[in-house]
């Protein structure tokens, strides 16, 4: 009872979510700021005396994964909807 009662008190938020697309996008946005900043940490690493190329596939492989993995979903989900 009492779990029903809280979620009809939140279901003017989460349709706002859903139809705002809030959590897509913030997902997309937050991969990109971590590409982002994995490129930037690289190419300052870049500058040191011996950078490792096996660092940079550990730094840079991971969130650009994730970025494509973010992309991909979110343009599956808009072809959907859309």
């Known amino acids: 009872m009492m779990g029903h009662r809280i979620n ?30 994995s490129y930037n940490w690289a190419k300052m690493y870049a500058m040191t005396d011996a950078p490792d190329p096996l660092i940079y596939a550990a730094v840079l492989g991971v969130p650009s994964a994730l970025l494509v993995a973010a992309i991909k979903f979110y343009n599956e989900v808009r072809s959907i909807e859309g």
Request: cysteine-free; charged content about 15%; overall charge neutral.
């Open 8 to 37: 009809a008190a939140f279901e003017p938020f989460w349709f706002f979510l859903q139809q705002g697309m809030i959590i897509r996008r913030a997902i997309l946005f937050i991969a990109i700021w971590m590409t982002l900043d």
